[in-house]
């Protein structure tokens, strides 16, 4: 026969008592107290598997209680719920954020019930985590992310939680070292930025690999303060999110780069400069290296102080297809008969090469403005011109990887590495042509590919050769940049390149 769950229920309504004890008495062993201090006796008495206790139960009220149960290590893991008359408030609920819940009286049985249930499940599936010594996996619909992560921090666990599910079905992973968290990742977020986002998930799958170390360590601190710091964003971040535009709104800066007042906070100018790159907020909120909540404060201070502004309506430009239907079936058959590896196909590459650091900032803005393209770091490679710029996902079937190869000739091993699968070449502006010819000799002789180069008026003249185009632009203005991708498309993207060792 299988032994009741035991129950402690301390309130002053007498009624409700013998009410709650005659009902849940089939599924648990019911024990009741009028005060707190009887409560308090019974506990330690008794053991109950869970506590159902009143706010403002006399002699001793919810707060008190909890400070001394959790002080008692025989009852410091008992589950807690408070009775309350009114929802309570984010201050005054900060303090017991290890509590299982909240019921606001009048209380509805069958949600009383099932809440029950599904705290008892979290704390079964929170001893069998526990107790594994080893691999363990399991289901976030059955015990929460903060929970979770506390179990292993009390166990002193070492090694890597996977997370898959969730939000856009992503993978993430938080990295421990005897319960302590290292590192955190979710999608391109790292650090507390990635382990705030995860406690918020709503379900997915989890799974506890030990012994495996993250390869760099990014956060410190106790479990307990990051949990409770998290949390506390999060709440922050919900109630923000509704006065706010929505991740898919473009932002248009109103000043230049240097009309920020002296003395604005980091993070703020931080967004203001990412908001160049990354226009889109949903973009911007996950380039940033601050967490989401302070994005979106230092956000809102821009928005309201009138430094950035929501775009009204997409930029014409923004909103139009790079290529027909018709231009990418003959694009796609063209990387096919060009001899690329096969693995290449769905994603052939096209190098980018610029002398001048001005020319690479105005591409990645001029980028960052169309609808196709899906930027990596684009910031980053304004400063070190070497790595990936971003994708143009031009249909489900085909994307193009646009990278940066750099000028300095120390760099040229890692330019042979990205330049694997490269079917061609773009070349922003002829005026430090000498300077690019290492890095050009990759793209045209080493892989074969044909190469577009962009000459402004007075640029010098480009020696011709069979495998190269030349389009004449004016400045590299937004439309300008639309144009030549058109172009590179269209006209250069697919040459034969066989016979190479890709």
């Known amino acids: 026969m299988t032994t009741k769950r035991i129950i402690l229920i301390a309130d002053p309504d007498v009624e409700l008592l013998r009410d709650l004890k005659r ?16 409560a308090l006796e019974l506990s330690v008495l008794k053991y109950p598997d869970l506590v159902l206790f009143y706010r403002r139960c006399p002699l001793i009220g919810a707060t008190q209680f909890a400070r001394i149960l959790r002080s008692n290590p025989r009852t410091e893991e008992t589950p807690l719920i408070i009775l309350s008359d009114e929802q309570a408030s984010a201050e005054s609920g900060s303090h017991l954020s290890y509590l299982h819940g909240v019921l606001v009286k009048p209380l509805n049985l069958d949600e009383l019930k099932a809440h029950l249930a599904q705290v008892f499940r979290k704390v079964d599936t929170a001893k069998q985590v526990g107790g594994e010594a080893g691999a363990v996996s399991g289901s976030l619909d059955q015990i929460s992310m903060p929970d979770l992560l506390q179990i292993f921090s009390v166990n002193r666990r070492t090694g890597c939680l996977e997370i898959s599910g969730g939000q856009e079905n992503l993978t993430a992973a938080v990295f421990l070292h005897e319960g302590r968290i290292e590192e955190s990742s979710v999608g391109v977020a790292r650090g507390q930025k990635a382990l705030f986002r995860l406690l918020a998930w709503p379900g997915g799958r989890f799974s506890f690999i030990p012994n495996r170390r993250a390869a760099s360590a990014s956060m410190g601190g106790s479990t307990d303060s990051l949990l409770m710091e998290g949390m506390r964003q999060g709440d922050e971040l919900q109630r923000m999110l509704p006065e706010m535009p929505p991740p898919s709104a473009r932002l248009v800066r109103l000043v230049p780069s240097d009309g920020l007042p002296e003395g604005v906070h980091r993070v703020t100018s931080e967004i203001f400069n990412l908001a160049e790159f990354y226009p889109r907020i949903g973009e911007l909120v996950d380039r940033a290296a601050a967490t989401d909540l302070e994005v979106y404060v230092a956000l809102k201070s821009l928005l309201d102080a009138q430094l950035l502004k929501v775009a009204e309506e997409p930029h014409a430009n923004a909103t139009r297809a790079l290529l027909s239907n018709d231009e990418i079936l003959e694009l796609r058959s063209r990387v096919r008969r060009s001899g690329l590896a096969p693995v290449f196909f769905n994603a052939p590459r096209v190098a980018v090469l610029a002398a001048d650091s001005d020319l690479l900032w105005q591409l990645g803005v001029g980028l960052s403005r ?76 080493e892989r074969r590919a044909s190469v577009l180069f962009a000459r402004r008026s007075g640029d010098p003249e480009v020696t011709a050769a069979p495998r190269r185009t030349v389009v004449e632009v004016a400045d590299l203005t937004e439309g300008a940049i639309r144009e030549l991708l058109t172009t590179l498309l269209t006209r250069v993207v697919g040459a034969d390149v066989r016979g190479v060792n890709l």
């Open 23 to 38: 009902e849940l008495s089939d599924e648990y062993e019911v024990i009741v107290a009028k005060d707190g201090s009887k």
């Open 370 to 445: 169309i609808k196709e393209f899906t930027a990596t770091n684009l910031e980053r490679l304004t400063r070190l011109p070497l790595g990936t710029l971003g994708s143009l996902e031009l249909d489900r079937s085909i994307r193009i990887e646009l990278f940066m190869i750099s000028p300095d000739v120390r760099l040229l091993p890692f330019a042979l590495g990205l330049s694997a699968g490269t079917v061609a070449g773009l070349v922003l502006g002829t005026h430090k042509l000498p300077e690019l010819t290492a890095p050009l000799h990759v793209v045209e002789a």
